[in-house]
């Protein structure tokens, strides 16, 4: 029982005498010591996914093949510094991201700045700082360039035009959204910045979703651009899917890696490019645990379990229906037989963690294990409540 309902959690996981153990330490100590709601993360599991991921592209597209962390999924400094010491890349999307980054040590020729509505202030800090700049959108060549003294690399973030299936809330394929040009209008950002005397454009950037099972979008969209002409790089973005649940049945990084390089070789001719991927979710969720205190245990037509978090430091189930599961983690080897609901602790009904999960008989006082939560859980936190 207990193994089964740890295949979600950190591959540090373990029970012993019905406690939970992440890394070798006691979830019962850590959070005596560190209170609740906490999130706990396995560093060797991020080290392990980071060399996973940089192992498969080795193996698929030799030294020009580059990981880089998409910190938005996890912006912690001790998180950043261990993926530079595993050899990543970082991407950022904002003037507090870039800061994380460079206090985790990483140098601007290893951060890639991103960013649908840069201010004045982040445009500025990117030529002073030599950093490349993914162009969003038409109006950035002309603000990029009252900062750019010098020759300043950028890409280009294309929309590919096409449809994947996830939540629509995270889908970034498709052609009426907010991000990125649409081909044509990548067509005359290249020609507009070849005209210019600073900047230098390296390659194309897509980015089609997060939490994809599916890998058929991703050939379609490296198809749509390389319709763009021959470029030195591409950046393939990330989404790779991680799973929530033991239900859920995702793409391993291999094969994930294989098939999109593969199509970049074959459709793009880019066996000599440099590639660059953008996992975020995909190296970081499952390495994250957060540890919940019951405060109260309610019996009506569904049994409500009340925790001292929430929607504050979880929006994910209210922002895109996310499913997650729990045990007790202090009771995991006991029968799970009494179905619940996870309520959070804020003034809101919809503050629901998850519904229908098996808990051993539920009281007050337990300390619950919510897995698979190193991604767009800290991220996302707020102070409400």
Not at 107 to 136: Q, W
Request: hydrophobic share 45%; aromatic share 6%.
């Amino acid at each position: 029982m207990a193994a089964a309902t740890l295949t979600v959690y950190p591959e540090a996981a373990s029970v012993h005498e019905g406690r939970l153990a992440i890394g070798g330490c006691d979830v019962i100590e850590l959070a005596r010591e560190f209170g609740t709601p906490a999130y706990v993360v396995a560093e060797d599991d991020l080290r392990a996914r980071a060399r996973e991921f940089l192992r498969a592209m080795a193996a698929h597209h030799g030294g020009r093949g580059e990981v880089a962390f998409a910190s938005k999924a996890f912006p912690c400094t001790e998180v950043l510094r261990i993926f530079r010491q595993e050899g990543l890349a970082v991407d950022v999307a904002s003037a507090g991201e870039l800061h994380l980054a460079r206090a985790a040590g990483y140098e601007p020729a290893e951060i890639i700045f991103h960013g649908n509505a840069k201010s004045e202030a982040e445009l500025a800090e990117i030529a002073r700082l030599g950093i490349t700049c993914v162009i969003d959108n038409l109006d950035e060549i002309d603000r990029l360039g009252r900062h750019a003294g010098e020759r300043l690399e950028v890409m280009l973030r294309v929309v590919p035009e096409v449809q994947t299936d996830t939540h629509h809330a995270v889908a970034t394929g498709h052609a009426d959204q907010k991000f990125g040009l649409t081909l044509d209008e990548a067509r005359a950002a290249v020609e507009r910045l070849g005209a210019t005397s600073w900047a230098l454009v390296t390659g194309i950037h897509m980015h089609i979703g997060s939490q994809l099972f599916d890998l058929a979008p991703y050939r379609e969209a490296i198809a749509a651009i390389a319709s763009l002409g021959d470029f030195d790089g591409y950046d393939l973005g990330g989404g790779l899917a991680v799973p929530y649940t033991a239900e859920h049945r995702t793409p391993s990084v291999e094969e994930w890696v294989a098939g999109i390089v593969d199509a970049a070789h074959e459709l793009l001719g880019a066996r000599a490019k440099k590639l660059t991927i953008e996992p975020g979710r995909a190296l970081v969720a499952n390495a994250g645990v957060t540890l919940y205190t019951v405060e109260s245990v309610k019996r009506r037509d569904s049994t409500w379990v009340a925790v001292d978090g929430g929607m504050s430091d979880n929006p994910r189930p209210q922002l895109y229906g996310a499913r997650y599961t729990a045990l007790s983690a202090t009771r995991a080897d006991e029968p799970a037989d009494e179905v619940v609901s996870v309520a959070g602790m804020h003034c809101e009904s919809g503050d629901v963690l998850t519904d229908d999960v098996a808990l051993p008989y539920p009281c007050r006082g337990d300390l619950l294990a919510v897995p698979a939560t190193g991604a767009y859980t800290l991220a996302m936190a707020s102070n409400y409540n």
